[in-house]
């Protein structure tokens, strides 16, 4: 829509860390954009888009930078930037519910779809006395609000769907008679919350699941206890590709020190789970989310993921 409606030729920033479903990809491909690899260090990309903007020419962005947190989340600051060194200014657009309608339109139907266009913000200036690191993230966070106050509040209200939000592990083993027994001392999922996390963001979990084609379900099952090599598989499979393949993976998406940690309870898990099937124990595995609905106000429990989130 971006496209289409723009008057002038349009250059797109977008990212290509990650493989997207065939009919975007297709669509990806034909138009051609300028690729970014979420994470690493993208000088090439920086370049090409400072240049098109110093021209005169027009960059299309989305700032938020992903869409796996079901929250409202503080605006990447690459936007920010990219005003401030090509002195471009910014147009907020902000976009109506596009769940689902992609497909509807590969069936030739004609779904309805929203772009509400915003005024013209002025280029990101930093004063010699500002920070320039913290003027930056402020700038991208304002750009941010601006796109927000033009989505539709009915989005906002599905973006918003939980409030003070917080995870944890249930990890219970069990011998061959069925008895509880302990967890080893250095076998005890110290990082355990944030594989919880991972299991509760469904749309992080089926990327990993249908766009990259990782055996994950039983991560996601895990309240049905899965069989313990399904896990340490599924365990196996993420930590394989995070060290081997994309090493930005959950870095980029939470911080260095919390990407490793995400990371780490992965291998936790792993080790554990290679240990009870060694001495044949079995494990009881509950991932909890605890937020408040933040409609009524009423503390909410789940074993498992919300299923309906922004995709």
């Not at 962005?61 to 869409?67: A, D, N, S, T, V």
């Not at 519910?97 to 309805?112: A, F, N, V, Y």
């Amino acid at each position: 829509m971006m496209a289409i409606f723009s008057r002038r030729q349009l250059e797109f920033l977008g990212a290509v860390d990650l493989p997207n479903t065939p009919a975007i990809e297709k669509i990806i491909h034909l138009y051609g954009i300028i690729p970014v690899y979420r994470g690493a260090v993208n000088r090439q990309a920086m370049k090409q888009a400072i240049d098109i903007l110093r021209q005169g020419g027009m960059l299309g962005i989305f700032p938020e930078g992903g869409f796996w947190e079901p929250v409202i989340s503080q605006a990447k600051t690459g936007v920010a930037w990219l005003s401030y060194f090509s002195q471009a200014p910014i147009l907020p657009i902000g976009f109506g519910d596009t769940r689902g309608k992609l497909s509807e339109i590969l069936r030739l139907k004609r779904p309805e779809l929203t772009m509400h266009i915003g005024k013209p913000l002025p280029p990101v200036r930093i004063t010699p006395e500002e920070d320039r690191k913290i003027s930056i993230q402020q700038h991208a966070n304002a750009i941010m609000d601006a796109v927000w106050q033009l989505v539709p509040q009915e989005v906002i209200d599905k973006k918003s769907i939980v409030d003070n939000e917080n995870f944890e592990l249930q990890v219970q083993v069990f011998d061959s008679d069925g008895s509880p027994i302990g967890i080893p001392p250095h076998l005890v999922l110290t990082e355990g919350h944030w594989l919880s996390r991972f299991t509760h963001r469904i749309n992080l979990i089926n990327l990993v699941r249908d766009n990259l084609h990782l055996p994950v379900q039983a991560l996601k099952d895990l309240p049905d206890s899965p069989p313990l090599q399904d896990i340490i598989t599924a365990c196996q499979a993420v930590i394989d590709y995070t060290q081997d393949v994309y090493p930005y993976f959950f870095t980029y998406r939470y911080g260095p020190q919390d990407g490793v940690s995400m990371f780490t309870s992965f291998a936790q898990l792993r080790d554990l789970a290679h240990w009870a099937l060694h001495h044949g124990c079995t494990l009881k595995i509950i991932p909890f989310h605890h937020f408040t609905n933040p409609k009524t106000g009423q503390r909410v429990t789940r074993t498992r993921p919300i299923e309906h989130e922004i995709r």
